[in-house]
Structures are given as C-alpha cells and as structure tokens.
C-alpha cells in the first residue's frame, strides 16, 4: 500500500507539472480568429485584434494589440484586468482599463450592441495614454485620462453619462477658433454633468483657469469664475453658436488681452465679466467693465480709457470714457444688431482731432443721437475729394436720427448748433461763423448763419421742406466778400477779384429754377477781371458804323474782348426774381472810362435777354448791346441809335459816370489814331 500511495503521488505531481507546462505554452492567437468571428456575429461588431496576450493562469488578465472597432476607435493596446464576472447575473466588474495610444472619432461613433449576460458594466478604474479624439472640426492630442469609479451600462443600457471621477492631461486642443495646450483637469460627473473643479491650459499665447459645467444633454457649457491673462485673440470672422447651445460665465477676469476681430483691434485689455449667457440668436447676456490701452472699432479709435456693458438679447449698451483722437471722450451709447441701429445717449469730444480719410464709410444703416457735444474739435480731411478742415469747431446735435437715407427728428426739441474758429473748404474759408438750425416732421429750419465768410460777412436764414418738391425759402446777406477766393476755387481761365455785396431773398424747390421767386442785388466794388478788357471792346465798337441793328459773330466779340483785362469800379445788379428769370432795373458797370448800364432778363436757368447800353455823361445810350440766347449759345446785335438834342437819357440809377470817363458824345471822341 505504501507503494501504491507512493506512485500515485509522484502520479499526481508529474500530471501536475505537465499541465503546467501545458498552460504555459499555450497560445491565445489561435482562438482568437474564431472567438472574434463568433463574437462579431453575436454583437455586430466589426472588431479586428492584431495579437492577444492571455494566459490561463490568469484568466482575468488580457492584453490586445492593434485594436480596432469599425471607423471610429483604435488602440496599440488594451489592457483589461477583471474583478468579477457573472455571466449568469449579466454582471461584469472591471478592476483595470489601460489604452494605449487609443484613437477615437466621436462624431462616428456607433452604440455598441451586447449580449444580454453583459447588462451590467461596472469599471473601477480607466487610463489612457497618449489618446487623440476627434468631432467635427474639434480635435485633441496627447490626453492622459484617468476615470475611476465608473458604470457605462445598467440594465443593458449604456449610460455614459454615469458618475465617475476624471482627472487628467491633455497637449492639445484645437478647433479652427480655438488653440489650447497644456491642458490640465480634474472633476467628476454627476446627475449627466460634467463638473471641472480644475481646468487649467495655455489659451491663445496666453493662461485660462476657470471651473467648468457641462450639461451635454441640455447642451449648456457654465464658465464659473474664468481667469484670461495675456492672452491674444485673433478671428478672422466672428464666432457662431452651434444650434441649441447655451454659454453662461460667472464672474470672469481677464488681464492684458490683445483683441483682432474684423471690425475690432484692441490691446492692453483688462476687466470683468461679472455674469454672461451666450445663445445662438440675439446677442449675449452680459454686464462687465474693462480698461485698455487702445481700440479701433471701424472709424472710432480710442486711446487709454475705460468702459462699462450692459448686454440682453436685443441691446448691446456701452458705456466709455478715455482718450479719442489726442482729446477725451465720454459716451454712452445702445446697439441694437437685428435692426441695424445705433443709439448715441451721450457722446462728448473734448480737444478731439478728427481726421477724414477716403476709405471712411456710413457704417449703419439707422443711427439715433439723442446728445451729441464737440467742444474745442478739429477736423482734417485727407480725402482729395473733400477738401476741407475745421478749427476751434464747437458741435451741439441733440434727438437728431438717420434712417433710409435721410434725417429726422427724435423729439421736437431736434436741433444743430454749431460755431468754429475757422473752416476752409478748398479755397473757401468762414472764419467765427456760427448755424443754428432745426428739424421738425416736416421742415428744416436754418434759424441763423451768421460769420465772417470770403474775408467778409455773411448771414442767412430761412427753411425747406424735407418732403418733395422741398418747397424752400432763404434770405441772405453778405459784405465785402473777397471774389479771389471764389476765383481759385472755380479754378477758372479767367482770374478774378474784388468785393461784392449780395442781398437775396429766394423762394422755390432748389431743383426747379423756372419756380423761383424773390429778390436780388449783387453790389461789386474794384472787380479785376483777366483776359477781359471790357473798356477797350466798348471803344472800339464805338468808333465803328452800326446804323442799324447788325448781328454780331459772339466767338469774334469774345476773342476781341481777350486783349487785356477789365477794371470794373462799381457794378450794381438788382431786380426781382420771378418764375427763375432775374429782371434787371437800375443796372450797370462802371468801369476806368465807361458806364454800361444793364436792362431785361437773366434766366438762372441758363439763358439772357438783355439790353445794354454805352452811356455818354448825359445819361444818353450812344451803343445799343443786345445779348440773347442761352449761355452757352448766345445771340449778339449792336446798333447806334440816333442821339436828339437834348437826348433822352436813358439811364438813370446810382452808378455814377467814371470820373476819367469821355465828356461829351463817345462815338468820334476817339480818333482811331488816339485810341487807347
């Protein structure tokens, strides 16, 4: 018996031993063809596995290689190490998830179907190394996660939205309006919400650490307490909300940002966000303030200054106050985006200086100014087309607004006032020049325009309509205006000089000169008019035969009248305006040796019908000068009436006879050998 007992224990032993060596040269690969065929049958998956490493002994442990599932994940390895399995119960714990270099594209993701004696899923503890994810244009690289305490599937239902703690790193996270990296988190998921007690990264060149919650269910993303510093934000388009996505921030700051938006560039800027809710339509909720260095926005720039928001859905509200345009400036103003309006509450410009540029454009379509205040401005236009600057200029607008292309008034206390030191457009220069004017619902009113105006004075009043046919009405006066001024700026052929006098009044539709009426007298002192020798022409015709009235080529009278220049004492034109046509009564030129008195019709539209006459001292018209036509086209005859003794005057009116003018009968005074 001992013998017996002795051979079955070395029996035992040896079977021992070979079945050890059995299990340990066992290769898993060779059911691996077969297990993965059945289990894609079962389940539907289209899974691939490069190599598997099992070993019987430890039936809980496995190692797979070059994973792949569909289109959407892939692995180097998988490490799996189980803490129980309960088929019978459809209970599966897993004590280990290692993934290794694992890929996954969320946005083809497929739910995974299982066998129904795995309805229960429970993973104590899930890492990955060096995990890369992708979803629509989002991306991240290099993610080092670690979940713990985690139970994706209950009752045959995945659930991975299911409580568990995360913590982790990740390089890289990049979306085409977002670069981060070194990024840093630690939280945990509750009731499908992810919670980031810490999320720390490098955000466009700069830091961000915030706490973070995601509802992804509810698709709402809650920044509470964010922290940007230094960081530099660059679009170039501004971003969109993806549908049913909500945004909220709680009580944000951020230190030295550099903004470049389309319409935006700002530097230097720090603040807070005291609360923010960003949805797909309308604008963002917000209200904040801030400080920075500089800012454009379109025409405006700004210097240092500091500024608060105020943002619903309908109305941006801005409030700033800095340095604009080497001056200051304080507004408040409301931008409402869906109908295009901006609204200035309050905008002062103190010891500004504007500048024009050619580029520069209306930017909105409807702006309303309640209160507008330029005080000590200076304006200067860089524009060729607008030749103009302003100095000293003072600017009061208030309920004033602009929509389709024209203005309106807010309230009836809409009105301009307006004075500057000097404005020059071009040529033309008014210098301590004050306008006051208002607009009601249906007329403008120019109450005053008083100053000093072409080295004169000026001042005019009057109204117009702001409906067709623009029905207006204008009075003006003006003294000593220097005729230089509007000689260069005409940039004529033909320079001229001297004072001038104007008195008007005018009523009419600005575009319907055959309406007009009213009264006119322009009064000229010490006109010099080159290539323009009036006196020496009159001479000339004088001494020639013209017993009849006799057409006169006008090109030739005009190349005879360019010989020399003409020095024009005074004129006097006065008359009423009826129906566009100017009547002329009591009208002439006084010039070195003659007088030209003037009668009959000047069409303001384009055309004459006058009679002029040579003067001798007595008053008696010696040459009779008939000008019709238009403009452009005109008529000449010239005649010598015959003279009776005595003659008839034929002008009298309050332009004298030139002091070195001809005594006597004009016509034979002047031998052709004594001309002048």
């Known amino acids: 018996m001992k013998k017996l007992g002795g ?27 077969p297990v993965l065929s059945w289990l894609n049958q079962q389940t539907e998956l289209a899974l691939e596995v490069g190599s598997l490493d099992f070993n019987p002994l430890h039936p809980y442990t496995l190692l797979a290689k070059d994973v792949r599932l569909g289109d959407w994940f892939s692995a180097k390895e998988v490490y799996l190490e189980l803490a129980e399995l309960s088929p019978r119960s459809g209970r599966v714990s897993v004590k280990l998830v290692d993934l290794i270099d694992p890929y996954i594209a969320l946005d083809r993701a497929t739910e995974v179907a299982l066998p129904a004696n795995l309805a229960n899923v429970q993973i104590q503890e899930l ?107 660059q679009f170039s388009r501004l971003p969109s909300l993806a549908p049913d996505w909500k945004i909220f921030v709680n009580r944000a700051s ?23 809710e960003w949805q797909e339509e309308g604008l963002p909720e917000m209200r904040g303030q801030w400080q920075a260095e500089e800012a454009v926005l379109d025409w405006l720039r700004l210097g240092q200054h500091r500024g608060q928001l105020l943002g619903s859905r309908e109305r941006l509200g801005l409030s700033l106050q800095g340095k604009a345009y080497q001056g200051s400036v304080d ?13 200035i509450d309050k905008l002062q410009l103190l010891n500004t200086k504007l500048a024009w540029l050619p580029e520069l454009r209306w930017p909105l379509p409807d702006i309303r100014i309640h209160k507008l205040n330029l005080s000590q401005g200076e304006l200067l236009s860089a524009d060729p087309a607008l030749p103009l600057s302003i100095h000293g200029w003072q600017l ?100 001229f000089s001297g004072k001038l006098d104007i008195s008007g009044r005018l009523a009419g539709t600005p575009g319907d000169i055959p309406g007009w009426q009213g009264q006119l007298a322009l009064s000229g002192q010490d ?52 129906r566009g046509r100017w009547r002329l009564t009591g009208s002439a030129l006084q010039t070195v040796r003659h007088l030209l008195a003037i009668r009959g019709e000047l069409d303001l539209a ?49 332009v004298p006879y030139p002091a070195a003018g001809i005594p006597g009968r004009l016509k034979g005074a002047l031998s052709p050998g004594n001309k002048e």
């Open 254 to 276: 951020f230190s030295d940002l550099s903004l470049n938006f389309p319409a935006l560039t700002a530097n230097g800027v720090s603040g807070t966000l005291r609360y923010g």
């Open 396 to 495: 009061f607008v208030t309920d004033l607004a602009w929509a389709g292309d024209q203005w309106r008034p807010l309230t009836e206390q809409a009105r301009l006032d307006s004075n500057w030191f000097e404005l020059a457009y071009d040529s033309l220069i008014a210098r301590q020049t004050s306008v006051a004017a208002r607009l009601t619902d249906t007329r403008l009113y120019l109450d005053q325009l008083s100053g000093q105006l072409l080295d004169g004075q000026l001042s005019a009043h009057g109204s117009m309509a702001v409906f067709p046919p623009y029905l207006a009405e204008l009075e003006l006066n003006g003294h000593q205006l220097d005729l230089s001024r509007i000689s260069r700026w005409l940039r004529t052929d033909q320079d």
């Open 127 to 233: 890492n990955t190394d060096n995990l890369s994810l992708t979803l629509a244009d989002w991306q991240a690289h290099d993610i080092n996660l670690h979940l713990s305490g985690w139970q994706p599937r209950k009752d045959g239902r995945w659930q991975l939205w299911s409580p568990l703690m995360v913590s982790g790193t990740a390089g890289e996270l990049s979306h085409p309006l977002l670069e981060a990296s070194q990024i840093e988190l630690e939280g945990n998921i509750r009731g499908q919400q992810l919670t980031l007690n810490k999320l720390q990264s490098r955000l466009y060149d700069g830091l961000f650490d915030s706490q973070l919650s995601l509802k992804w269910p509810a698709r709402e993303l809650t920044l509470t307490g964010p922290q940007f510093s230094h960081n530099r934000l």
């Open 527 to 578: 006109i010099f008019i080159e290539q323009f020798n009036l006196d020496a022409w009159l001479r000339d015709r004088l001494q020639e035969q013209y017993p009849s009235p006799r057409q006169v080529d006008p090109l030739l009278a005009a190349m005879a009248l360019t010989g020399g220049s003409a020095f024009i004492h005074q004129a006097e034109l006065a008359g009423p305006i009826n």
């Open 7 to 33: 051979f079955l224990l070395v029996l035992v032993l040896l079977l021992l031993v070979a079945g050890w060596l059995l299990l340990g040269f066992f290769d898993a690969n060779r059911l691996k063809k």
């Open 331 to 343: 507004a408040e103003l409301g931008w409402y985006p869906e109908q295009g309006r901006l609204d």
């Open 606 to 654: 384009g055309g004459w019908q006058l009679e002029l006459g040579a003067i001798n001292d007595s008053g008696c018209r010696e040459l009779a000068i008939r000008l019709g036509g238009g403009w452009q086209t005109p008529s000449l005859s010239l005649y010598q009436p015959p003279l009776a003794e005595p003659c008839k005057a034929w002008y009298r009116g309050p």
